[in-house]
């Protein structure tokens, strides 16, 4: 009977254990306060956007339906999942060249094994799937691309070296999981997808290579730079590159907005190309400069990313709202 108890005991402390681990990795590594406003935008937008292009008319009753707050619900709680094992695939396919850069990153420091993050993923994996199962064939399908693709990034595409020393090639090609996310999110709720959702899919790429950008855009003072694209690229290369990518984000932005703003878009290239060589410029010959253009265009990332996920929630509020 003692034994019994103190097995229980044992395993209870263990347990106990574990969370506190976990419960350290997901504050440091995936922080909830951080992560979810943004999955929570990022999901409104495109249900909202998928509600609109589906539905020719306007049923408000939907809502109170139970079957489709339970679809909504699932879809939701399966996205963050997603999010979350990727973050622990990050983790454990970095953990190398985080023991040279990021000393004090959870796996590095032995809070949590590989092994255990790696079991973690396979548990969240399967439960995304589990109740997936609860909704239709083609959700889990479509769920199950979204977890292959992850699967390849966390191999990275079985090219590992050749693969990270082309950084750009390496972003464009983790960012096609922003398309499929919401290509499921259609799926989970809908049962299909429209040729107009696709296309505010595809620009979920062009918003997730503005953030890595934006994130990685570092300068030789700051932690990380060694894995920055300035370090790689240049500033000039970095800043051409990002704001490239920024145009495009720019011209969805307007289409959405109206297709008659598009006639403002030249114009609108001409003022950032503008800044963006005068900045690049003068960085090569001001330190303090390059600190403010890569705030400032990292700054513009940011807002870029939230104003299209705000004007197509708006738009598609809008939409839904005026339908009759």
Same mark, same amino acid.
């Given at each position: 009977?003692?034994?019994?108890?103190?097995?229980?005991?044992?395993?209870?402390?263990?347990?106990?254990?574990?969370?506190?681990?976990?419960?350290?990795?997901?504050?440091?590594?995936?922080? *909830?306060?951080?992560?979810?406003?943004? /999955?929570?935008?990022?999901?409104?937008?495109?249900?909202?956007?998928?509600?609109?292009?589906?539905?020719?008319?306007?049923? +408000?009753?939907?809502?109170?339906?139970?079957?489709?707050?339970?679809?909504?619900?699932?879809?939701?709680?399966?996205?963050?999942?997603?999010?979350?094992?990727?973050?622990?695939?990050?983790?454990?396919?970095?953990?190398?060249?985080?023991? *040279?850069?990021? !000393?004090?990153?959870?796996?590095?420091?032995?809070?949590?094994? =590989?092994?255990?993050?790696?079991?973690?993923? /396979? +548990?969240?994996?399967?439960?995304?799937?589990? =109740?997936?199962? #609860?909704?239709?064939?083609?959700? %889990?399908?479509? @769920?199950?691309?979204?977890?292959?693709?992850?699967?390849?990034?966390?191999?990275?595409?079985? *090219?590992?070296?050749?693969?990270?020393?082309?950084?750009?090639?390496?972003?464009?090609?983790?960012?096609?999981?922003?398309?499929?996310? !919401?290509?499921?999110?259609?799926?989970?709720?809908?049962?299909?997808?429209?040729?107009?959702?696709?296309?505010?899919?595809?620009?979920?790429?062009?918003?997730?290579?503005?953030?890595? #950008?934006?994130?990685?855009?570092? *300068?030789?003072?700051?932690?990380?730079?060694?894995?920055?694209?300035?370090?790689?690229?240049?500033?000039?290369?970095? @800043? =051409? +590159?990002?704001?490239?990518?920024?145009?495009? @984000?720019?011209? #969805?932005? @307007?289409?959405?907005?109206? !297709?008659?703003?598009?006639?403002?878009?030249?114009?609108?290239?001409?003022?950032?190309?503008?800044?963006?060589?005068?900045?690049?410029?003068?960085?090569?010959?001001?330190?303090?400069?390059?600190?403010?253009? =890569?705030?400032?265009?990292?700054?513009?990332?940011?807002?870029?990313?939230?104003?299209?996920?705000?004007?197509?929630?708006? %738009?598609?509020?809008?939409?839904?709202? +005026?339908?009759?």
């Amino acid at each position: 009977m003692d034994n019994n108890n103190n097995l229980k005991k044992s395993f209870n402390n263990s347990f106990r254990e574990h969370l506190k681990k976990w419960g350290i990795f997901i504050n440091e590594r995936f922080p *909830l306060n951080e992560h979810l406003p943004f /999955i929570i935008i990022f999901f409104l937008a495109c249900f909202l956007f998928a509600f609109k292009s589906i539905y020719q008319h306007t049923n +408000l009753s939907h809502f109170y339906n139970f079957n489709f707050l339970f679809n909504l619900v699932i879809s939701f709680l399966t996205v963050v999942l997603v999010f979350f094992h990727l973050r622990i695939f990050d983790e454990i396919k970095d953990y190398q060249t985080d023991k *040279l850069i990021h !000393p004090n990153r959870p796996l590095v420091r032995g809070l949590i094994t =590989i092994n255990q993050a790696k079991n973690l993923a /396979i +548990l969240v994996i399967f439960f995304e799937l589990f =109740i997936n199962l #609860f909704l239709n064939f083609k959700t %889990v399908f479509i @769920l199950s691309i979204v977890i292959f693709y992850s699967f390849l990034m966390y191999k990275e595409f079985f *090219l590992r070296e050749w693969l990270r020393k082309k950084m750009v090639l390496y972003a464009f090609l983790h960012a096609v999981i922003m398309i499929l996310i !919401p290509i499921y999110i259609s799926f989970a709720n809908f049962y299909q997808i429209k040729f107009d959702y696709f296309i505010f899919a595809a620009f979920n790429w062009v918003v997730s290579n503005i953030f890595e #950008f934006s994130r990685k855009m570092l *300068l030789p003072n700051q932690e990380g730079f060694q894995d920055s694209y300035i370090n790689n690229l240049g500033y000039t290369k970095t @800043l =051409i +590159l990002h704001y490239s990518i920024i145009f495009i @984000l720019i011209f #969805f932005l @307007l289409y959405l907005i109206s !297709p008659v703003l598009i006639n403002l878009f030249s114009f609108s290239i001409l003022i950032i190309s503008y800044f963006t060589i005068l900045f690049s410029f003068l960085s090569k010959k001001n330190v303090s400069i390059n600190h403010k253009v =890569i705030k400032i265009s990292k700054n513009i990332g940011y807002l870029l990313i939230f104003l299209f996920y705000l004007v197509t929630i708006l %738009v598609s509020l809008t939409g839904i709202l +005026l339908k009759k």
